[in-house]
């Protein structure tokens, strides 16, 4: 099992690095958040290696420690919460979620089997379980909601330029020259910490506002000459 999570936690380092790397490419003003999730990248990177190196069977003193120790409701509460604010509203696309579904709760269920003798063991760690369960489906509730917000926004800009093209025969060649005659100001995308912007395409054949949809690769593009979504990777 810890090698298990050991080879799980690197992944989610490496995915945590790669976004580091992407945020200094893309968005080089958010330094301090790119050193972040730099930060949490080593020290995910090390939790990994310690399991790694960590024995599969512990002492059978160990293991009654732990079965007596389960996590508490009021810490599961706050690291949901705290993991709930990291995956929706900062990194926006389903790592912690993802993580949670395939290992976490396995883990804690697996836990609370091999507990059953100790009801109120037991019954701490199905409410954990309950408690993550929740977090993910507020997770995917939040992104789901933040990418409709964007395509709303995206319209309410599309709508702009089309204003725009009506009065000047043409379609902006960048979004900051709605401002302020068609629209006050450029809205953000998305309630997120990073890749919360849009992004506009302007070509003599094509004029697409963009959005990231799930960081850091994935956009969804709006086309004005066609009127029709799209995505690219």
């Given at each position: 099992?810890n090698?298990?999570?050991?080879v799980?936690y690197a992944?989610?380092a490496a995915?945590f690095?790669?976004?580091?790397?992407?945020?200094?490419?893309?968005?080089?003003?958010l330094?301090?958040?790119s050193?972040?999730?730099?930060?949490?990248?080593?020290v995910i990177?090390?939790?990994s290696?310690?399991?790694?190196?960590?024995?599969?069977?512990?002492?059978a003193?160990?293991?009654?420690?732990?079965?007596r120790?389960?996590l508490s409701?009021?810490?599961?509460?706050?690291?949901?919460?705290?993991l709930f604010?990291?995956?929706?509203?900062?990194?926006?696309?389903?790592?912690i979620?993802?993580?949670?579904?395939s290992?976490?709760?396995?883990?804690?269920?697996?836990?609370?089997?091999?507990?059953?003798?100790d009801?109120e063991v037991l019954?701490?760690?199905l409410?954990?379980?309950?408690?993550?369960?929740?977090?993910?489906?507020?997770?995917i509730?939040?992104?789901?909601?933040?990418n409709?917000l964007?395509?709303n926004?995206?319209?309410?800009?599309?709508?702009?330029?089309?204003?725009?093209?009506?009065?000047r025969g043409?379609?902006p060649?960048?979004?900051?020259?709605?401002?302020p005659?068609?629209?006050?100001e450029?809205?953000?995308?998305?309630?997120?910490?990073?890749?919360s912007?849009?992004m506009?395409?302007?070509?003599?054949?094509?004029h697409?506002i963009l959005?990231v949809?799930?960081?850091?690769?994935?956009?969804?593009?709006?086309?004005?000459e066609?009127?029709s979504?799209?995505m690219i990777?």
């Amino acid at each position: 099992m810890n090698r298990f999570l050991a080879v799980v936690y690197a992944i989610v380092a490496a995915v945590f690095l790669m976004i580091a790397v992407s945020i200094t490419f893309e968005e080089s003003d958010l330094f301090l958040t790119s050193a972040f999730f730099t930060f949490l990248a080593a020290v995910i990177a090390y939790t990994s290696w310690k399991r790694w190196h960590k024995p599969d069977h512990p002492e059978a003193g160990a293991n009654q420690n732990e079965q007596r120790k389960p996590l508490s409701i009021a810490r599961a509460s706050l690291y949901a919460t705290g993991l709930f604010v990291l995956d929706a509203l900062i990194i926006n696309q389903f790592v912690i979620a993802f993580v949670t579904i395939s290992v976490v709760l396995p883990v804690i269920l697996f836990r609370a089997v091999r507990a059953r003798k100790d009801r109120e063991v037991l019954k701490i760690r199905l409410i954990t379980a309950g408690i993550f369960s929740l977090m993910v489906v507020c997770i995917i509730t939040a992104v789901h909601l933040n990418n409709q917000l964007a395509r709303n926004r995206t319209l309410y800009l599309a709508a702009a330029c089309e204003k725009f093209k009506s009065e000047r025969g043409r379609y902006p060649e960048k979004l900051s020259d709605l401002v302020p005659a068609d629209i006050p100001e450029i809205p953000s995308a998305k309630v997120t910490l990073i890749y919360s912007g849009f992004m506009y395409i302007a070509r003599e054949d094509r004029h697409a506002i963009l959005f990231v949809a799930i960081p850091p690769f994935r956009r969804v593009t709006y086309t004005l000459e066609n009127k029709s979504w799209g995505m690219i990777d």
